[in-house]
């Protein structure tokens, strides 16, 4: 990877290897379906069938004498409250009255084994009374459109109201406007949704799953049970993969599990298969986004009017953040003086939707940048060019009239993508020229169609690292550090590894605070009972929030080694340095477990809590104010070739240049980079959930398309380091970023090399060949 | 729930015994029963596992004839001297399906039966005129391969009946053949359209078999014989490089892919429209044809 990095002499910045890396290659890592419990059952869920309907009955007669039977759990078992909904409480567990999409559960069957539990549940007979659905956003906003809710579909409204927009069209010469429309998008992890629930001594119950936010689960389990935060504990088990799919929807399982745990006083698991998960879980939103965009002639943008459509599905979950986030970020990285963004969250009869990788911003991102190249076009500025003469630098101000005061590397991240891509040359041309391979030039379209053509696109963005104003209140993380007499340390933090690397990076961070190796700390999964509400795992907060708090217990921890050692070797306590294992002082050394033993002996307390909570953020009724404390910012450059014949759109080679605040570890940065990268070639051209009437056509991995490593470009990943002050170590937020500017860049290399510019994502082979075919015979 | 008794026969003798049971049915590589059996939540009462019987494995050439066992895989086929400097084409398109792990599973034989318009080795054997061999404890014959197919998912064979091989007869030097197959992604991929295409420069003939594109893998009849009727006559003395000759023969060649579109019948599914896919039947035999009848000569074998 390229990278200015600063060269540490300590374990930050290393590409120190995974510290889960061999239990994971090796198998021995388990996963939640890994666990097996004495007397477990297991549970599978009875689902609907149709997408809206009144229940009027659920009769189990048939699935009772299926063999290893246990029982039949309905809404009417629940012993607390039905209720689920992460952030809006419209969202029963079990659909005990009425189905408001096909993927809600009306009731749990238990039996011996996962398969009979499914037996049983396709043999509950549900008398259902069909209702009329609604299956677009569009359409449920209509008046006469049949209601999901008792009020109104579109139940949620954000808006940015900045300057004067009419007046900044006025001052514009080129306006363009367009609306974009996106899909789907499923997380698609290897690990599907599962939990095992253990009622336990005392009235407790343990819950083991996997997830991003244990915290979130423990709230709803110990809801439906109707007892006490402090009987409920949760444990998450190595998780597969997240990507925001296991934000929220992991209250649902381990709630179902706990209820028929409860319910049978026997240990219960209830694992999705690959088609449940499709059904049940969240996923990005579908999106159409109304766009207008004004500049002047020499390039300034002057006013942007955006409208936000985004189909929350049957509940409203995460929406409400992941629209805060899409209309908060609207305009993209640049300084507009004029903006008007609405954004609107409807109920439909389909699959909720909630966060994913990119947090409502990507569908914002596909219409912002699409536009910009389209204003860059019309006026004969270069497209990389014209964003820097508008992008986001220290100093400027964000369409929430946020002032940027440190840690804004956009400028870079584009000078480094555009030269890293050879971007002038080929955006000019002059590199396909050669033509030895009878390729054709870029630009293709105002040449004669030849049958292979090359493009070269470009996407920027900005990314608010952690919750921001709307999430204020859960914008905290703590951790548990102790050191043990023979110097090994031992974390327990609220933050979650789920394959991004967590672990590792803290293990580093306290390896550096202490003096001590990496091989000597251990970093333990999120159990709810010893370590406080430390929030949820999203929005790129956990390797700041809880890297700071890891930090903050490990300097108690050496402010005590130091008190000692200087003690032992001479020396004020604050000059003691640790390094390499040793404290040293006074021209003098001391192992670090030396200390350690020294502090047993003497009774003196090395173990440390620590706390980190955010900076104040705010947000007022027309969108204004400081929405994140610092934010990320990404370039990615997308290099494509078309096949006229086929409508194959091939990327060739991707540039990531991602200001990071600082490298923690170039390797597991550069996977977070790479992946992030692949799921937006994922989201630009294959990536599409077929639906018909609210049900999903297309709920499998040999339907539902995802890239594979044949369609994985190179991808040439580069970091820029605008350090934040109050990160750890420098570091900002990187979980999302990667997966924000790819999709762009691919449809703007699209246009690019063909000269047609689409508003609809996935750009599939059949989408480009159609159009070719409509132009030729226009 | 399901739970199969599953029997192992190590002879053909033994697997047609063991088909004759009206339960029974044939397994090979699983790759697409086991998916069925997974939908439907159960399958077959019992199942004949055709992988312990090495004679049903067997790919062999005698003579000019080529033998592929039903239970050869895809990864073996590919792998094979004869059938990828001979019949390109079936080298190909087995190995243009799934993955490695399936290829190292499906069998050709399982490929017939499933009777997929989408199979892709299925297509390849129909552009080269295979032959299916079929036999029971009644009796032994030979189907034609666009003869063993009713319409997707049904095969012409008796339950009883069993695979054991197909046979063809290999092209003759200077012939040459390719497949051309869009799916929605570069692997792990049903086809959207395949076109198979060879190509026989001393008959002035080529074959082309489509697939996806109708109910069963089909044979574009009249797009060959147009080929056939106007092959010499565009080529001449010269050979393809002759002045003024190239234009005819892509002119020819525009004209045999637009009467391959026209043999297609294409429906739309989750994978893709009809109209899309007829545009692709043309293209892609297009480029087939462009390939196999622009190239200079090559020495084969
Ligand atoms: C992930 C995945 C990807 C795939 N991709 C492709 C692809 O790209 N292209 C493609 O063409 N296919 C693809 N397939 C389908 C499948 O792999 C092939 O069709 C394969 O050739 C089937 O062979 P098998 O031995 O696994 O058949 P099995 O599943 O064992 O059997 C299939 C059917 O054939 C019958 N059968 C098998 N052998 C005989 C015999 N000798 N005589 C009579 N009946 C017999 C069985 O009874 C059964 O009904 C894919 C499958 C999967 C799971």
């Not at chain 1, 367009?178 to 629930?197: I, M, V, W």
């Not at chain 1, 470009?458 to 993380?477: E, F, P, Q, T």
Request: charged share 20%; hydrophobic share 40%.
């Amino acid at each position: 990877m390229g990278q200015n990095a600063l060269h540490p002499s300590g374990a930050v910045g290393a590409p120190v290897r995974r510290v889960d890396a061999d239990d994971k290659v090796t198998g021995r890592a388990r996963y939640l379906d890994d666990i097996v419990l004495p007397g477990m059952a297991h549970a599978a869920l009875v689902f609907p069938g149709v997408p809206h309907a009144n229940v009027r009955g659920v009769d189990d007669t048939r699935a009772r004498s299926v063999e290893g039977f246990v029982a039949t759990v309905t809404a009417a078992d629940i012993p607390g409250e039905n209720q689920v909904g992460c952030v809006d409480r419209d969202q029963p567990l079990l659909a005990g009255e009425r189905v408001r999409y096909s993927g809600d559960a009306v009731a749990i069957t238990v039996a011996e084994s996962p398969t009979a539990a499914r037996e049983a549940a396709r043999a509950v007979a549900l008398d259902l009374e069909e209702l009329e659905g609604v299956f677009d956003a569009e359409k449920a906003l209509m008046p006469d459109a049949p209601r999901v809710h008792e009020g109104d579909n579109a139940y949620l409204q954000y808006r940015v109201h900045r300057g004067d927009v009419d007046r900044g069209f006025d001052e514009a010469d080129v306006i363009v406007e367009r609306t974009f429309r996106t899909n789907y998008q499923e997380h698609s992890y290897l690990e599907p949704l599962g939990a095992l629930a253990v009622p336990e001594d005392g009235g407790t119950i343990t819950v083991y799953g996997t997830m991003q936010c244990p915290y979130y689960v423990q709230k709803a389990v110990a809801g439906v049970l109707g007892i006490p935060l402090a009987r409920v504990r949760i444990v998450q088990t190595v998780t597969g993969g997240g990507f925001g799919g296991k934000e929220d929807v992991p209250n649902e399982i381990c709630a179902c599990a706990a209820v028929a745990a409860w319910r049978t006083g026997r240990p219960v698991k209830l694992v999705h298969t690959r088609e449940e998960d499709f059904y049940r879980s969240s996923k990005r939103h579908p999106m159409v986004v109304r766009y207008k965009l004004g500049a002047t002639r020499d390039g300034r943008f002057t006013a942007a009017d955006i409208t936000i459509i985004a189909d929350a599905g049957a509940y409203s979950t995460l929406t409400p953040v992941v629209l805060f986030r899409s209309v908060a970020h609207a305009t993209g990285p640049y300084e507009i003086p004029n903006v008007r963004t609405d954004g609107y969250g409807v109920y439909t009869n389909r699959q909720t939707t909630g966060a994913f990788r990119g947090f409502g911003q990507p569908q914002t991102i596909f219409a912002d940048e699409s536009v910009i190249d389209e204003i860059a076009d019309t006026l004969g500025i270069d497209p990389i060019e014209i964003r820097l003469a508008n992008c986001l630098a220290v100093g400027k101000r964000t369409a929430t009239g946020q002032l940027l005061e440190e840690s804004v590397g956009l400028p870079e991240t584009l000078e480094v993508a555009r030269d890293e891509s050879g971007w002038l040359a080929k955006r000019a041309g002059e590199s396909a020229r050669a033509g030895s391979d009878g390729r054709a030039e870029p630009g293709g379209a105002s040449r004669p169609r030849e049958r292979f053509l090359r493009g070269i696109g470009v996407g920027a963005i900005y990314y608010g690292v952690s919750l921001g104003a709307k999430g204020l209140a859960l914008d905290a993380s703590g951790a548990h550090l102790n050191l043990y007499r023979d110097g090994s340390l031992r974390i327990a933090v609220g933050g979650t590894e789920m394959g991004q690397g967590l672990l590792t990076v803290l293990s580093q961070m306290a390896s550096d605070v202490l003096g001590i190796p990496v091989a000597s700390v251990h970093v333990d999964h999120v159990d709810t009972s010893v370590v406080p509400d430390s929030g949820p795992s999203v929005a790129s907060r956990t390797t700041l929030m809880t890297g700071n708090a890891v930090i903050g217990a490990a300097t108690k921890i050496r402010r005590t080694l130091a008190g000692v050692a200087s003690g032992e070797l001479g020396g004020a306590p604050d000059e003691v340095r640790f390094e390499k294992g040793r404290a040293l002082s006074n021209g003098k050394s001391i192992g670090i477990e030396e200390l350690a033993e020294l502090c047993w002996v003497r009774n003196i307390n090395t173990a440390e809590e620590g706390w980190y909570a955010a900076p104040e953020s705010t947000f007022d009724d027309n969108g204004q104010g400081d929405a994140y404390a610092v934010y990320s910012f990404a370039t990615q450059i997308a290099e494509v070739e078309v096949d006229s014949r086929t409508g194959e759109v091939h990327v060739l080679r991707m540039t990531a240049a991602h200001d990071v605040g600082r490298v923690l570890n170039p390797v597991t940065l550069e996977g977070q980079l790479q992946g992030g990268v692949l799921q937006g070639v994922g989201m630009a051209l294959y990536e599409s959930m077929k639906t018909d009437g609210g049900v999903i056509l297309t709920p499998d991995f040999s339907t539902y398309i995802l890239p594979t490593s044949l369609d994985t470009p190179e991808i040439s990943c580069h970091a820029i380091e605008a350090p934040y002050s109050k990160g750890p170590f420098g570091a900002k937020g990187i979980g999302e970023t990667p997966a924000m500017p790819g999709a762009v860049a691919i449809a703007n290399a699209v246009a690019h090399a063909t000269g047609m510019r689409f508003t609809e994502l996935p750009i599939t082979a059949e989408a480009v060949r159609l159009r070719l075919a409509q132009e030729e015979t226009a | 729930m399901y739970e199969p008794k599953w029997v192992f026969p190590r002879t053909i003798d033994d697997s047609l015994e063991a088909l004759a049971d009206e339960s029974a049915h044939a397994i090979a590589g699983a790759t697409d029963l086991a998916v069925r059996i997974r939908a439907d939540h159960g399958g077959p009462a019992t199942l004949v596992d055709l992988t312990g019987v090495p004679e049903l494995a067997r790919v062999a050439v005698d003579g000019d004839t080529l033998t592929i066992g039903a239970a050869a895989t895809h990864a073996a086929v590919t792998r094979h001297d004869a059938v990828r400097q001979r019949v390109a084409v079936l080298a190909e398109a087995c190995g243009t399906v799934g993955a490695p792990q399936v290829r190292a599973r499906g069998t050709i034989g399982g490929n017939l039966a499933n009777a997929s318009p989408a199979a892709d080795a299925t297509g390849a054997l129909a552009a080269l005129d295979a032959v299916a061999h079929a036999r029971s404890t009644r009796g032994e014959r030979e189907i034609p391969v666009t003869g063993l197919f009713a319409g997707p998912g049904q095969l012409r064979l008796e339950p009883d009946e069993l695979l054991t091989h197909v046979t063809l007869e290999l092209p003759p030097p200077g012939a040459s053949s390719v497949y051309k197959k869009l799916g929605q992604r570069k692997a792990l991929a049903i086809a959207i359209a395949s076109v198979a295409v060879t190509f026989d420069p001393t008959a002035c003939a080529v074959r082309i078999a489509l697939g996806s594109v109708a109910p069963t893998v089909v044979r574009a009849e009249q797009a060959e014989s147009t080929f056939a009727g106007r092959w010499s006559g565009v080529v001449g003395e010269g050979g393809v490089a002759g002045q003024g000759c190239r234009d005819e023969v892509m002119g020819l060649i525009e004209e045999v892919a637009a009467q391959a579109a026209g043999a297609s019948s294409p429906i739309d599914d989750v994978r893709a429209s009809a109209e899309y896919r007829t545009i692709l039947v043309r293209e892609l035999t297009r480029t087939a044809l462009e390939e196999l009848c622009l190239a200079e000569p090559r020495v084969s074998g």
